[in-house]
Antibody, heavy 124, light 110 residues
Framework: EVQLVESGGGLVQPGGSLRLSCAAS????????MSWVRQAPGKGLECVST????????YYTDSVKGRFTISRDSSKNTLYLQMKSLRADDTAIYYC?????????????????WGQGTLVTVSS | QSVLTQPPSVSAAPGQKVTISCSAS????????VSWYQQLPGTAPKLLIY???KRPSGIPDRFSGSKSGTSATLGITGLQTGDEADYYC???????????FGTGTKVTVL
C-alpha cells in the first residue's frame, strides 16, 4: 500500500523557518515526481512546489520563490520542504502528494495519493 | 490566483445528476490532461478522475469526466449524501510552470 506521512508542522513566528518531511512507502520513490500542495483555512488547493523523480528539476509557485526549497532523499524515501521567511499567509495544511504516472512527459500528470497533511501556523 | 474556473456550488436531490465545469486556457487544459479530486470534509483530497475521463480502481462509475476544447466536466450520477464534498479540477500549466487547481465546487445533496 502506498503511504505518504507528513511531519514537521507547527506554530512559528513570522520570519521564522520550518522544515516539513514526507515519508514515503509502498512504491519506488525514485521513479515518481513529488509535490507539496497547501490549503489555507477555508480556501482552495495550491501547488506550492514540485520536484522531478531524479531531483534535477524543481518548480515553485511565485509566492514562495526564494523562500521555500523542495528536496528529496531517495536513500531515505523522504521528501522535504524547507520554508524560510514565513509569513501569515503561509498558514495552511501542507499535503505531500505523489505524481500518478512514473517518468511522465509532464512534470506532474495527476496526484495520487495524498498524505494526511501537516498544519503550519504562522503567527506571533 | 487560480486560472481554472469552477462554479462555487451545485446541488441536487438524492439520485439526481450534477455536472461541474472547469474552464481554462490553452496553456493548460488545451494541452495537458485534466484530473478531478474529491475532498470530503476534514480529509485530504482524493483522486477521482485522471486523463480527463479515466477512473482509478475503486472509484464507482457514477463519476465520469469529459473534455471539450479548453473546458472539462465532471459528472456525478445517482447522487448520494456521501458525495457531499468539495471537488477540484487540476492540470499542469506550462505558462506558470506549476500544477494548477480549479477554484473548487461544493456539492450539496438536498
Amino acid at each position: 500500500e502506498v503511504q505518504l506521512v507528513e511531519s514537521g508542522g507547527g506554530l512559528v513566528q513570522p520570519g521564522g523557518s520550518l522544515r516539513l518531511s514526507c515519508a514515503a512507502s509502498g512504491f519506488t520513490f525514485s521513479t515518481y515526481a513529488m509535490s507539496w500542495v497547501r490549503q489555507a483555512p477555508g480556501k482552495g488547493l495550491e501547488c506550492v512546489s514540485t520536484i522531478s523523480a531524479s531531483g534535477d528539476s524543481t518548480y515553485y509557485t511565485d509566492s514562495v520563490k526564494g523562500r521555500f526549497t523542495i528536496s528529496r532523499d531517495s536513500s531515505k524515501n523522504t521528501l522535504y520542504l524547507q520554508m524560510k521567511s514565513l509569513r501569515a499567509d503561509d498558514t495552511a495544511i501542507y499535503y505531500c502528494a505523489k505524481d500518478g504516472s512514473p517518468a511522465a512527459a509532464n512534470p506532474i500528470s495527476w496526484f495520487d495519493p495524498w498524505g494526511q497533511g501537516t498544519l503550519v501556523t504562522v503567527s506571533s | 490566483q487560480s486560472v481554472l474556473t469552477q462554479p462555487p456550488s451545485v446541488s441536487a436531490a438524492p439520485g439526481q445528476k450534477v455536472t461541474i465545469s472547469c474552464s481554462a486556457s490553452s496553456s493548460n487544459i488545451g494541452n495537458y490532461y485534466v484530473s478531478w479530486y474529491q475532498q470530503l470534509p476534514g480529509t485530504a483530497p482524493k483522486l477521482l478522475i485522471y486523463d480527463y475521463s479515466k477512473r482509478p480502481s475503486g472509484i464507482p462509475d457514477r463519476f465520469s469526466g469529459s473534455k471539450s476544447g479548453t473546458s472539462a466536466t465532471l459528472g456525478i450520477t445517482g447522487l448520494q449524501t456521501g458525495d457531499e464534498a468539495d471537488y477540484y479540477c487540476g492540470t499542469w500549466d506550462s505558462r506558470q510552470s506549476t500544477y494548477v487547481f480549479g477554484t473548487g465546487t461544493k456539492v450539496t445533496v438536498l
